[in-house]
């Protein structure tokens, strides 16, 4: 060979050489880039997976520890409520501990020592022990006295053995003198009891550690409480739990470490593969470029670099199987003119995962495809051939097994010479992972987009970045007018910037804080929200800042009208009669322990009528403002003014060592109520009428003291008015009186005088009736027909309203039959009082049951139970699983005469009744007294915010209805809707009843509340 032809040889070997090498080296480079991303994506992947699982499970922490933390506040406002007394602590926590998991037992610490504990089998080596007493050792004790906040201390050693936490609050009774100190109420928690429901056990299981611990926050010292023994591995996911002053710490990490090695390795394989392919193929490019130059070589040396490369296509294309195995790809050929499909032997797998037949018919593989798509796979292979559109769509397969997966197929035609499709080429890619991240991310932009609670981003420098359409319906401000802005343009003003430091504070210890704000609206207007906010870290560097709030202010402003309208009376600012009812009950105590006496003065003015009718109900209500502030400056001090009614108040005179104690009282306000009074250049003159009873010479409940100085005042405007009367605790008139009414009682019933009438209800809104009220009268053979105030109120804590209330419960459910057996299609629902005496007997819920028997064709979800909420409940725990059991049988409860008894938040939140009724005496007088249509609207109020349905009894005009219907209340019953009627008139009432010649008013949103 000459020296010519060989320069350019050696040449053509130094560039191919050259080419190889610069495309290995690009290629290993490229390999190991992404062997490293690959390396990232397991550690975020696995991060993710572990912040997502730990996560639910620290928020069944989080929620168990608050959940048992705030046991602690019932039993402290128990302490608050009874001034400092511990009566029916042991009820309340008892029945408290099965309502709050985790929680061991519930302690009082009066002045820091141990007095009750609840169970008390145990713990009775603790009773006794003084949290005061060692500033070192209970610190936590001191702080929650120092700060009035709830405090946790522990975990620490049991008196009865085991580790746990006691949660205290400190109690502080409203004196003469300001907050004293009471106590702590206490509820104790144990180890591992409140992390028994967690269920931690499972995370081990799932491969992921942890650690749950305690950080000291005056050492920092850490406190392990609960850990899966495992060796922590570095970068754990940590969250932290807030409890009051202090902070948990709950660590998660991966058991076998943050790499995959096995995902590593596999990488690494692919890489080398990638490299190999991609250097062949530069090696192959550069050997093609050369035979171009060598076709002069020997037919000998082309032969062999064929074989050479065949050998390396065989090659080629096992690495090519494995690829597309992992990267879940399946190539499929579909012969057109004989419909035979032939797949890959990986794609068959994927789709019927029998690999011993490669092929199917286009039918069959129609079949696997998800029904919803099978029709647009049709249509798009008919426009691929018809129309030479690209085939690209994704669909779902549904597998041997049932399970659904995703594909991407795409396909290429081959057509013959004249145009015709003959074969079809294609790929098809398993998407499911990626499908079911799209939907993930699609979820959680619906959750931010249609929440009710207003969501707010910023960056690590306060910058909002986005908000969601609540946080603009709450605020007012659009979406575009808050990105960019410190959020600091919502303030209102009402927090001082001491704790907005402190809040950033927090998220700097802590990376969470939640509390109340009050902010400011686009139009100016203040509300309250219930705000959280949350550090979002990404390396230990904070990225954004999340806020998630919900609008409480109707809520704040509805809790401070239901307090004051519960305990006082708003026209006078005076204590209402459930006020007056408790403090009553106090003084009867106080009395007895100290063995002196007390008087129920119950005074009512005469004449006021004649003001009110005369001038107006405004002067009145001006003359009745006057008359409270002189009545209560004729008081001593501790002595109490309530008013109970429209002219009627009752004073509490208390520390009495004899009746002539209370005479110069008595004198005093006969003095100031009979003094004139001036309102608007109108001179009033009016006087009271006082009736008083003496306890414990009158030795009688608070509300049998009401009514017999109520009977003394009667007594002292039949004598004349302007005068007192005391009632006469020997006088045996009604104890005769009531003699003789329990007889008639027993004759009507032996006689069968009873009958029942009964008055419609009706839903406003349609006109229909919902059902009627079961009313008692007695047919009296000589007196005619009775009323139920003329023979009721002397059984009223008499066996025999047993007898009556069964009675009428009988009739009651015989008219169901009746009515149904008479108009198949009338169907009837009928509601009967129950006295309390016959609800707490033990045996109600058999006797009812007896009954329902008696009447097989009843429905017993026609009956419903009206409960007077003006009688005492003994045990409000009884009576509740009573009527539980009652419900189980089909029978409804409502409240009846609601907000007229002893205590209706109690009973409301207590007692399973579905129904609520307003009294007639707050109806009847709303549109003339503001302090009635006050109450209603609370009662309203308070149904919604318990989720009741309520009724108003005692509509009488047009005005009433359209009234109720503006405040939110539809269901009604009264004399203007229909009188109680004999049940044979019901049906004809039914027939001939309208709703719109009874309430249709005209501009109704006119009306001024």
């Not at 620290?58 to 409520?81: F, K, M």
């Given at each position: ?660 104690d209370c005479v110069p009282v008595l004198e005093r306000l006969l003095a100031a109520a009979a003094k004139p009074v001036t309102v608007n250049d109108i001179v009033l003159n009016v006087s009271a009428s006082i009736g008083v009873t003496i306890y414990p010479e009158d030795n009688l409940d608070a509300e049998q003291l009401m009514r017999h100085a109520d009977q003394a005042m009667y007594i002292a405007k039949q004598m004349g008015k302007n005068r ?261 008139d019901i049906p004809i009432w039914l027939d001939e009843w309208t709703a719109d010649e009874i309430w249709a008013l005209t501009d109704l949103q006119k009306m001024d509340y």
């Amino acid at each position: 060979m000459s020296p010519s032809n060989t320069r350019p040889q050696i040449l053509s070997l130094f560039i191919k050489a050259r080419l190889v090498l610069i495309t290995l080296l690009i290629s290993t480079l490229a390999s190991v880039y992404s062997i490293y991303l690959l390396d990232q994506y397991i550690y975020q992947q696995k991060q993710n997976s572990i912040r997502k699982v730990a996560g639910s499970y620290v928020n069944h922490i989080r929620n168990n520890l608050n959940q048992a933390l705030s046991a602690a506040y019932p039993i402290a406002a128990l302490i608050r409520t009874q001034n400092g007394e511990t009566k029916g602590f042991e009820e309340l926590a008892s029945e408290m501990l099965s309502l709050y998991p985790g929680l061991d037992a519930l302690q009082l610490h009066k002045n820091g020592i141990l007095t009750h504990v609840v169970p008390l089998k145990g713990n009775e080596s603790a009773i006794g022990n003084n949290v005061l007493e060692n500033p070192l050792r209970t610190q936590e004790a001191f702080l929650a006295k120092k700060t009035g906040k709830l405090t946790l201390a522990g975990p620490f050693e049991l008196f009865q053995g085991g580790m746990g936490a006691a949660a205290r609050l400190p109690v502080y009774l409203d004196t003469s003198q300001g907050n004293q100190f009471w106590g702590f109420a206490t509820a104790l928690i144990r180890f591992p009891d409140i992390l028994q429901s967690v269920n931690l056990a499972q995370l081990p299981q799932a491969g992921i550690g942890y650690e749950l611990s305690k950080v000291m926050p005056d050492t920092n010292d850490v406190q392990i409480i609960a850990t899966s023994d495992n060796q922590i591995t570095k970068n754990t996911v940590d969250f932290n739990i807030q409890v009051p002053n202090g902070v948990w710490v709950f660590k998660a990490y991966p058991i076998r470490g943050w790499q995959d090695n096995s995902m590593l390795l596999l990488g690494i394989a692919i890489a080398v593969v990638f490299t190999f392919l991609t250097s062949l193929s530069s090696y192959l490019i550069t050997r093609l470029r050369a035979s171009h130059l060598k076709l002069e070589k020997k037919v000998e040396q082309r032969t062999h670099a064929l074989q050479n490369n065949i050998k390396a296509l065989t090659d080629t294309e096992r690495r090519l199987l494995l690829s597309q195995k992992v990267g879940g790809i399946a190539t499929w050929e579909w012969d057109i003119k004989t419909n035979i499909i032939r797949f890959s032997e990986h794609g068959i797998r994927l789709i019927t995962g029998n690999v011993k037949q490669l092929e199917m018919t286009k039918n069959e593989y129609l079949a696997s495809i998800h029904p919803d798509d099978r029709a647009n796979i049709v249509g798009d292979i008919n426009q691929c051939i018809d129309a030479a559109k690209e085939y690209n769509v994704d669909h779902r397969i549904i597998t041997k097994r049932g399970n659904v997966r995703w594909f991407n197929t795409k396909g290429t035609l081959v057509r013959d010479s004249s145009g015709s499709a003959i074969t079809m080429l294609g790929v098809s890619v398993d998407i499911t992972e990626r499908k079911l991240i799209e939907e993930k991310l699609h979820l959680s932009s619906r959750v931010f987009r249609d929440t009710h609670e207003g969501i707010i981003i910023t960056n690590a420098d306060k910058v909002i970045v986005d908000v969601n359409p609540a946080f603009c319906h709450i605020t007012g401000y659009s979406h575009d007018e808050v990105i960019g802005r410190n959020p600091s343009f919502l303030n209102s003003g009402k927090q001082t910037e001491s704790f907005y430091k402190n809040i950033w504070k927090q998220l700097s210890l802590y990376g969470h804080w939640q509390g109340e704000v009050w902010n400011c609206k686009k139009d100016g207007e203040l509300y309250a929200e219930l705000l959280n906010i949350s550090v979002l870290k990404d390396d230990n560097n904070v990225t954004f800042y999340l806020g998630i709030f919900t609008d409480i202010t109707q809520a704040k402003r509805q809790q401070e009208q239901l307090s004051r309208i519960a305990h006082y009376d708003l026209l006078t600012n005076l204590p209402n009669r459930v006020l007056l009812a408790d403090r009553l009950s106090q003084t009867m105590l106080q009395c007895r322990r100290h063995n002196n006496s007390l008087a129920v003065v119950f005074l009512d003015l005469d004449g006021f009528k004649h003001v009110n009718d005369s001038h107006g109900h405004d002067i009145g209500d001006k003359l009745l403002i006057a008359l409270s502030i002189r009545l209560k400056d004729a008081l001593r001090e501790g002595d109490s003014l309530a008013r109970i009614g429209g002219d009627e108040f009752v004073a509490v005179l208390t520390n009495l060592g004899s009746v002539a104690d209370c005479v110069p009282v008595l004198e005093r306000l006969l003095a100031a109520a009979a003094k004139p009074v001036t309102v608007n250049d109108i001179v009033l003159n009016v006087s009271a009428s006082i009736g008083v009873t003496i306890y414990p010479e009158d030795n009688l409940d608070a509300e049998q003291l009401m009514r017999h100085a109520d009977q003394a005042m009667y007594i002292a405007k039949q004598m004349g008015k302007n005068r007192y009367h005391l009632f006469d605790t020997s006088q045996g008139d009604t104890v005769k009186a009531q003699q003789t009414g329990i007889t008639l009682i027993r004759e009507a019933l032996a006689n069968d005088w009873f009958v029942l009438y009964y008055q419609p209800k009706v839903d406003m809104r349609t006109g229909s009736m919902i059902g009627v009220e079961a009313l008692i009268r007695l047919q009296h053979p000589e007196r005619g027909l009775l009323s139920p105030i003329e023979f009721l109120p002397v059984i009223e804590n008499n066996a025999l309203m047993i007898d009556v209330g069964e009675w009428v419960i009988n009739a009651a459910l015989s008219q169901i039959n009746h009515w149904q057996i008479l108009t198949p299609s009338l169907n009837i629902k009928v509601s009967v009082n129950v006295a309390a005496v016959q609800l707490q007997q033990p045996e109600f819920t058999a006797r009812l049951t007896e009954l329902l028997l008696a009447h097989p064709q009843v429905d017993a979800r026609n009956l419903e139970l009206e409960v007077l909420e003006t009688s005492a409940l003994n045990d409000v725990a009884h009576v509740s699983k009573t009527m539980q059991d009652c419900k189980a049988l089909g029978v409804e409860f409502s409240l009846d005469d609601f907000g007229t008894g002893y205590s209706s938040l109690t009973y409301l939140r207590r007692l399973p009744a579905s129904l609520i009724k307003i009294d007639q005496s707050f109806v009847r007088d709303m549109l003339e007294d503001s302090n009635d249509l006050a109450i209603v609207k609370g009662v309203i109020a308070l149904a919604k915010s318990f989720k009741r349905s309520v009724i108003a009894e005692g509509v009488e005009t047009p005005e009433h209805a359209a009234t109720l219907m503006l405040l939110g209340c539809y269901l009604a019953q009264g004399y203007g809707i229909a009188k109680p009627m004999k049940a044979a008139d019901i049906p004809i009432w039914l027939d001939e009843w309208t709703a719109d010649e009874i309430w249709a008013l005209t501009d109704l949103q006119k009306m001024d509340y």
